[in-house]
């Protein structure tokens, strides 16, 4: 079956250490998005790619960053200039960047911080 | 930006019950969606619609342009039904994401 797969479900960080959230997916899309949801607060927006070896930032870009060499593969790293990364990160693809079409979600990957 | 706002926050009932969630927004969209996230985590996309009214089962969602407002109702809910119902909006023109209301948290008692 088609879908994005995150890993992993949980991830713990030390201070001041960088960690790399894995985002795969088989539908084909050329969009990915990346998500961070706090609780009590609607998701927003890290980085999106419409295309390989091209991504913009979001909202909230400061203290992560990106890379999209393969069109299956959007990993995040959540760098150590991220001072509060405690949160949900969810990814999620669209077949059209424009987003004419629905977005397809992962299950998310719980950061906490140790 | 567009804010999105919905109400309520939190909502009860008895199983059986019909539900309705609303949605607001600030600025004109060229799409509006309906999310569900289950206490894991995962989000499901229920809805895209950018004009009158969708029906999937016992889900019906409707948008009204003109008042920039937009309706989730369940019928006949379930305990299953119980999750976080997201409204999200896309205004148009741009690749960058959707603007997202904070959720509406929806337990259904047996």
């Known amino acids: 079956d088609g879908g994005i797969t995150q890993s992993p479900k949980y991830l713990f960080r030390k201070e001041g250490q960088n960690v790399t959230l894995s985002c795969e997916q088989n539908l084909n899309h050329d969009a990915m998005y990346w998500y961070r949801q706090d609780p009590g607060q609607g998701l927003r927006l890290i980085y999106y790619?419409?295309?390989?070896?091209?991504?913009q930032k979001g909202d909230i870009a400061e203290g992560y960053s990106v890379s999209r060499e393969k069109k299956e593969s959007f990993p995040l790293t959540v760098t150590s200039a991220q001072k509060n990364p405690t949160a949900f990160y969810l990814c999620?693809?669209?077949?059209?960047?424009?987003?004419?079409?629905?977005?397809?979600f992962g299950d998310g990957t719980r950061l906490s911080i140790l | 930006k567009n804010e999105v706002e919905q109400s309520p926050q939190n909502l009860t009932a008895q199983e059986g019950e019909f539900i309705t969630i609303n949605c607001s927004y600030s600025v004109g969209i060229s799409a509006l969606h309906w999310l569900q996230q289950h206490p894991g985590g995962g989000i499901v996309s229920l809805f895209m619609l950018s004009s009158g009214k969708k029906k999937h089962g016992r889900l019906i969602a409707t948008i009204n342009i003109q008042e920039k407002h937009s309706s989730l109702h369940i019928t006949a809910s379930h305990p299953r039904d119980s999750a976080v119902y997201i409204c999200?909006?896309?205004?148009?023109?741009?690749?960058?994401?959707?603007?997202f209301g904070k959720g509406t948290h929806l337990i259904i008692q047996p």
């Open positions: 999620a693809s669209s077949i059209d960047p424009g987003l004419s079409q629905p977005q397809h």
């Open positions: 999200a909006v896309h205004s148009g023109g741009g690749a960058d994401g959707l603007t």
């Open positions: 790619s419409q295309i390989v070896n091209d991504f």
